[in-house]
Structure formats: structure tokens, C-alpha cells
């Protein structure tokens, strides 16, 4: 059974700051991986999509990177501002198309 | 373009009663996704449906059940309503295939009492 850990659970840093959020899965056997962010009482906005075979995707100052043989992910934000305050959720895609996700990190980017 | 929209935003039932949520794909999407986003227990998934079928479904029990219809938007029932079924109920459409990204609507909240 895919298991799904994201690391720290809350993170706060000062506006400006670059910073990176962790994500680990126990089965490789995962067809991509994707990085969501969900504002309060909100849905799920996607960041980024890596394909199993792909090393790392950008999208802005986004920079995500997959490990696949590790398990491993990472999220990189560059020069954070308030407005990347939110809760940012890890989700693994298996072959029944099942997303499994990560309890997220919140994170919270002081002014 | 329109994103996947969800109906009620909110929904109150009471314990036994059967709800009923709705969700529209955005335009060109076939695949339709349900999960539960219970407090305190994550974002689990509940269904996929693709080209009006039921390709795969979470460990919920058989009181959770929806359908696609020919336009691909699609329903999600949940009958014998239990306090523990409340939860943020999402939808999320995507283009058939392998690796398409997942796009989110804003949920319905379902209280039951």
C-alpha cells in the first residue's frame, strides 16, 4: 500500500526567503508525481506534474524534483512572498490512476 | 474556460438521510475523480470514472456510489448518512490518458447531524 509523508508538517519563514518542502513515498511503481497547493476551505490548485521518467518540472519560481529509485520529492520556492501562504500537498499517481496524498505542509510566508 | 464546478457548496443532512453532489468537468475532460477530505484524515480517494464507466474505487464502503452521464459531468451518493461522512467532498476532471494533471474543484461540504 502507497504511503505518502510530507515534511515539515507547518513552516514558517520570512517574506523573500527560498525554501523547500519534502515528500517521500514508499512504492516507485508510481506513474507521476504532483505538487498541489489548497488555500482554507478551498480545492486543490496543481503546481506541477513530473512523469516517472522526468527529473524535475519549473513552472516559475516552482522548482519540483523526483527521485523515483529513493522515493523522495522536493519543492522548491524561490524568493517566497505572503501570497504562497497555503497548504501544500504531495500526491502520487498509481496505475488505477489512484492519487495518493500526503497530509501537506502549511506554510506561511511572514511580510 | 470554465473550471470543474461543484454543487451545493454546502449540503446539511441528518444521520440516515441520503445525499446527492454534483459535479461538471471542465470542457473537453472525460475523467472525473471523487475524494473525501475528512478533518484530521486526509485526502482520500473515492472514485474515477472515465467514458461513463467506473474504472476504480477507494476502500469505502458500498453506501458511497455515483455515476457519469453522456456529458461526462457525474454525481456522487452517499445513502445511510453517518456523523463520520462529513467531510469536504472534492471532484477533480482530467483529459483521458496517463499523466494529465488534475484539476480541483472548490468541494462541497456535507454536514450530517
Known amino acids: 500500500k502507497q504511503e505518502v509523508t510530507q515534511i515539515p508538517a507547518a513552516l514558517s519563514v520570512p517574506e523573500g526567503e527560498n525554501l523547500v518542502l519534502n515528500c517521500s513515498f514508499t512504492?516507485?511503481?508510481?506513474?507521476?508525481l504532483q505538487w498541489f497547493r489548497q488555500d482554507p476551505g478551498k480545492g486543490l490548485t496543481s503546481l506541477l506534474l513530473?512523469?516517472?521518467?522526468?527529473r524535475e518540472q519549473t513552472s516559475g519560481r516552482l522548482n519540483a524534483s523526483l527521485d523515483k529509485s529513493s522515493g523522495r520529492s522536493t519543492l522548491y520556492i524561490a524568493a517566497s512572498q505572503p501570497g504562497d501562504s497555503a497548504t501544500y500537498l504531495c500526491?502520487?499517481?498509481?496505475?488505477?490512476?489512484?492519487?495518493?496524498f500526503g497530509s501537506g505542509t502549511q506554510l506561511t510566508v511572514l511580510p | 474556460e470554465a473550471g470543474v464546478t461543484q454543487s451545493p457548496t454546502h449540503l446539511i443532512k441528518t444521520r440516515g438521510q441520503q445525499a446527492t453532489l454534483r459535479c461538471s468537468p471542465i470542457?473537453?475532460?472525460?475523467?472525473v475523480y471523487w475524494y473525501q477530505q475528512a478533518l484530521g484524515l486526509g485526502l482520500q480517494f473515492l472514485l474515477w470514472?472515465?467514458?461513463?464507466?467506473?474504472?476504480n474505487r477507494g476502500n469505502f464502503p458500498p453506501r458511497f456510489s455515483g455515476r457519469q452521464f453522456p456529458n461526462y459531468s457525474s454525481e456522487l451518493n452517499v445513502n445511510a448518512l453517518e456523523l463520520e461522512d462529513s467531510a469536504l467532498y472534492l471532484c477533480?476532471?482530467?483529459?483521458?490518458?496517463?499523466?494529465?494533471?488534475?484539476?480541483f474543484g472548490s468541494g462541497t461540504q456535507l454536514s450530517v447531524l
Open positions: 477533480a476532471s482530467s483529459r483521458t490518458g496517463a499523466n494529465e494533471k488534475l484539476f
Open positions: 512504492d516507485s511503481a508510481i506513474y507521476n
Open positions: 513530473i512523469q516517472s521518467s522526468q
Open positions: 500526491a502520487v499517481q498509481g496505475s488505477a490512476r489512484q492519487l495518493t
Open positions: 470542457s473537453g475532460h472525460t475523467s
Open positions: 470514472y472515465d467514458e461513463g464507466e467506473e474504472r
